[in-house]
């Protein structure tokens, strides 16, 4: 069946870095982009960051450019999201999803989602 998950979440101090790892198994990954969407704690869920399938164009919310690099490793079945200078407002918990589409930002033009891994940033 299909399954994204996701790992590599975990406690870290202000300015560190995190990387998150995506592992998609029960679809043809290499036809699907990937995005990345974080929920903290009595806030919706946002857009953090999309790749093509091709890694040809990727896009960023405002909040993390400079930041946040994702990238993707067709070979593996693998997404990634590379976090660095994390920040408090970084906390959340972090969710993988794929889509046909070629770009998307929005939730709901992802067809399949991850489970979440938590991120906490300390001050």
């Known amino acids: 069946q299909v399954q994204l998950v996701e790992s590599g979440g975990g406690l870290v101090q202000t300015g560190g870095s995190l990387r998150l790892s995506c592992a998609a198994s029960g679809f043809t990954f290499t036809f699907y982009t990937m995005g990345w969407f974080r929920q903290a704690p009595g806030k919706e869920r946002m857009f953090v960051a999309t790749i093509t399938w091709d890694a040809a164009n990727t896009a960023y919310a405002d909040s993390v450019k400079g930041r946040f690099t994702i990238s993707r490793d067709n070979t593996k079945n693998t997404g990634y999201l590379q976090m660095n200078s994390l920040k408090p407002e970084d906390t959340a918990v972090y969710y993988c999803?794929?889509?046909?589409?070629?770009?998307?930002?929005?939730?709901?033009?992802?067809?399949?989602w991850g489970q979440g891994t938590q991120v906490t940033v300390s001050s």
């Open positions: 999803a794929a889509t046909r589409k070629r770009i998307a930002t929005q939730q709901n033009e992802y067809e399949y």
